[in-house]
């Protein structure tokens, strides 16, 4: 039982979680970018290109990593094998050409980072009539 209770404690950052720190990349300077092939990506105010695990994990724990480690910065969150390499996978591509691509993540992924990269609402203008009876 031991065992199981030092697994759960290290583990710090769930999926839910994660999405939750991409929809507030925006806030931390980070600027959005879709490159050609689809692939979901960020650049930090210092303008390094991040994938979105190492920048969530540059905004939460202050570490670089590079590109190619996205394991590393995952493992630094937290998580778990699988679900890094879910979300990398899903980044990377808009097809099912790597081995653990998930649609759902990539919309997932996709709509977060568009969420906080959202321009601020516009006032609606009001249209009114004069000479119109009030509805009641």
Same mark, same amino acid.
């Given at each position: &039982?031991?065992?199981?209770?030092?697994?759960?404690?290290?583990?710090? &950052?769930? !999926?839910?979680?994660?999405?939750?720190?991409?929809?507030?990349?925006?806030?931390? #300077?980070?600027?959005?970018?879709?490159?050609?092939? #689809?692939?979901?990506?960020?650049?930090?105010?210092?303008? +390094?290109?991040?994938?979105?695990?190492?920048?969530?994990? &540059?905004?939460?724990?202050?570490?670089? !990593?590079?590109?190619?480690?996205?394991?590393?910065?995952?493992? +630094?969150?937290? &998580?778990?094998?699988?679900?890094?390499?879910?979300?990398?996978?899903? %980044? @990377?591509?808009?097809?099912?050409? !790597?081995? !653990?691509?998930? @649609?759902?993540?990539?919309?997932?992924?996709?709509?977060?980072?568009? %969420?906080?990269?959202?321009?601020?609402?516009?006032?609606?203008?009001?249209?009114?009539?004069? @000479?119109?009876?009030?509805?009641?």
């Amino acid at each position: &039982m031991g065992g199981w209770l030092r697994y759960l404690c290290r583990r710090k &950052m769930r !999926y839910q979680t994660f999405l939750h720190h991409v929809e507030a990349l925006r806030e931390a #300077g980070f600027a959005l970018s879709l490159d050609p092939s #689809g692939a979901i990506r960020f650049f930090a105010p210092s303008g +390094e290109e991040h994938c979105p695990l190492t920048a969530v994990c &540059m905004m939460a724990t202050g570490k670089t !990593y590079d590109l190619r480690q996205y394991q590393e910065a995952g493992r +630094e969150l937290g &998580m778990g094998s699988r679900t890094i390499q879910t979300i990398a996978d899903s %980044a @990377d591509s808009t097809s099912r050409t !790597y081995k !653990y691509f998930s @649609d759902s993540v990539r919309r997932a992924l996709l709509a977060g980072s568009f %969420a906080g990269f959202s321009p601020p609402p516009q006032d609606e203008h009001t249209l009114v009539l004069e @000479d119109e009876p009030p509805t009641g």
